[in-house]
C-alpha cells in the first residue's frame, strides 16, 4: 500500500503540528547528511521551530562559520551590507560618545576653574596696615595716634549695662529701699 498525497497546508492542530515537525526535521537532517556524505557537499543547514528552538546541521570537515563566510563570499554583499551598515552605525554612537565626552570634560574644566575662582575671592583677604594708615594719614597727623591705632586689637569692645547692686548705699538716696 503506497502513501497518499497530502495538501501542504498549515496544519492546525498543535500536537499533530509538533509532531509532524520533528518528524520532517529529522527527515531533513538524515538527507543533508546523505547528501553531504554521498557527494562530498558542503552543507550548513538551520531549522528554528516556530517555539524559537534552534537546530543545525554541517557537513562532516567544516564548521558552521566556514560554511556562513563562504556563502557571504558567494551571494555578494546581502550579509555584508547588513554587517557595514551594523559597524558604521556603531562608529557614528562611538564618534557622537566621544564628542559628549570632550564637551562634558571642557565643561567639568570650566566648572573647575569658576569654583577655585570662588574660593579665592572668599577667602580673608590680608591688610598692609601701614599702607591702609598712610591712606588715612591725615586723619592720625601725630605719632602717638598712629601707635594707638596700630597697636589696638582688630575688634571692637561692646559695653553693656549691668543689674544695679541694690545692696549698695549709695542707691537709698535715688529713693530706692529695701523692704
Known amino acids: 500500500m503506497g502513501r ?7 496544519i492546525e492542530n498543535a ?34 521551530s516556530s517555539s524559537g528552538k534552534m537546530f543545525e546541521y554541517c557537513s562532516p570537515h567544516s564548521s558552521m562559520r566556514q560554511i556562513i563566510d563562504r556563502f557571504k563570499k558567494a551571494s555578494g554583499t546581502r ?33 573647575s576653574r569658576a569654583l577655585i575662582e570662588r574660593q579665592v575671592a572668599m577667602e580673608p583677604k590680608v591688610i598692609d596696615a601701614p599702607a591702609l594708615l598712610d591712606h588715612f594719614g591725615t586723619f592720625y597727623q601725630d605719632e602717638q595716634s598712629r601707635d594707638l591705632l596700630q597697636l589696638s586689637p582688630p575688634f571692637s569692645y561692646r559695653l553693656q549695662p549691668t543689674q544695679p547692686n541694690l545692696q549698695d548705699p549709695n542707691l537709698h538716696h535715688h529713693g530706692l529701699q529695701l523692704w
Open 15 to 48: 500536537t499533530n503540528r509538533q509532531v509532524t515537525f520533528s518528524k520532517r526535521r529529522g527527515g531533513l537532517l538524515k538527507k543533508a547528511h546523505e547528501l553531504a556524505v554521498l557527494c562530498d557537499a558542503q552543507i550548513g543547514l538551520i531549522i528554528f
Open 4 to 10: 497518499g498525497k497530502i495538501e501542504i497546508k498549515r
Open 79 to 111: 550579509i555584508q551590507e547588513y554587517d557595514d551598515k551594523q559597524n558604521q552605525l556603531i562608529n557614528q554612537q562611538l564618534d557622537n560618545l566621544r564628542r559628549k565626552e570632550r564637551l562634558l570634560e571642557e565643561h567639568n574644566n570650566e566648572l
